[in-house]
């Protein structure tokens, strides 16, 4: 069908997609500093569990350490990075959209 499909994977599960013949993946990779990623999740709860965040954050880096899979990188160190990397997406997929690039 013709139908977009937006998630967050992990490495396993894109490239799983990327072999798909029948699926045609755009990987976007949202990044932001470690500094600004902990201090994000640090920030989310009044009493966060400083244990999980680590595990997560080092359970992350180790997943994607070794990732090759080809793909479009989208900032996020702030709400203008963040505008501006919804917007980028958007236009490229403005075919799939049937409104045409912008």
Known sequence: SNCINIGVFNPAGVESLIDRPDVDVKVYRVRARDKTRLL?????????????????????????????????????????????GVEQILSQLGPWLGQGQN
């Open 40 to 84: 994000r999740q640090l920030n989310r709860e009044e009493n966060p569990d400083v244990h999980e965040i680590v595990r997560r954050f080092h359970a992350d880096w180790m997943d994607f350490a070794e990732f090759d899979a080809p793909y479009i990188e989208v900032k996020n160190e702030s709400l203008d990075d963040l505008k501006a």
